[in-house]
């Protein structure tokens, strides 16, 4: 039973460059949220997709943007990327739900780098 | 706005000694806290949890007490192993839909 996988594992970009970050759900998981997790800091959440939809979003600027597909993989796009951004983010996947009705299950991470 | 806080790291301990890392928290209500793991090139792994006050969460060893008089919920273990060399994240879930309000993490190194 696969977990939650991310791909790429790190990424180096420029400032100003976009990226496009990848994670395939828990099997069985419908519900995809993203976190950014700074160097030395706690994750912070950025939002989370359920039914194709943004269902949720932390306090994020615009340039921050996801997607989610039918087969509920999800994307999380960047763009005009700032020195700021480097950061792992993580992708954690769950059931649907209020409350903690479902556990999250993390990925490993993508590790951004912008130099 | 709801917060979690947690004690500076790095804690460094020897093999078997008695751990303490202590988590407080702001937030309106009484929130479901949970304590994360986050091992080395890890994704973070859900260590314990406690849904309402005077709960007690535990796993592997671990422990916290969901204290609604003090808003904590610090974690402890009786005897630590090397292996339990990690970064721990305390959070509360913030509203519905699973979103999570993180600490700032506590390094544990454990020696032999």
């Known amino acids: 039973d696969a977990g939650v996988t991310q791909s790429p594992t790190h990424l180096i970009k420029t400032r100003g460059q976009q990226v496009t970050l990848r994670c395939s759900p828990k099997s069985g998981h419908d519900t995809v949220s993203w976190y950014q997790q700074a160097l030395g800091q706690g994750p912070q959440f950025i939002f989370q997709?359920?039914?194709?939809?943004?269902?949720q979003r932390g306090n994020f600027p615009d340039r921050f943007s996801g997607h989610q597909f039918p087969n509920y993989s999800s994307e999380l796009n960047v763009n005009a990327l700032l020195l700021g951004d480097s950061a792992l983010y993580l992708c954690?996947?769950?059931?649907?739900?209020?409350?903690?009705?479902?556990?999250?299950?993390f990925g490993n991470g993508t590790r951004l780098t912008v130099t | 706005g709801n917060s979690v806080t947690q004690m500076e790291g790095p804690v460094t301990l020897s093999e078997e000694a008695f751990l303490t890392i202590n988590c407080t928290y702001t937030a309106t209500g009484y929130p479901s806290l949970f304590w994360y793991v986050q091992y080395p090139g890890e994704g973070l792994q859900l260590l314990l949890k406690a849904t309402k006050a005077d709960d007690k969460g535990s796993n592997k060893g671990f422990e916290a007490t969901y204290r609604k008089e003090t808003t904590s919920f610090h974690l402890e273990k009786g005897s630590v192993q090397v292996s339990d060399s990690a970064v721990y994240f305390c959070a509360l879930l913030d509203g519905g839909y699973n979103k999570l309000i993180f600490g700032a993490g506590t390094r544990l190194a454990v020696h032999p």
């Open positions: 997709y359920y039914e194709e939809e943004e269902r």
């Open positions: 954690a996947s769950s059931l649907p739900g209020t409350g903690y009705s479902s556990p999250l299950h």
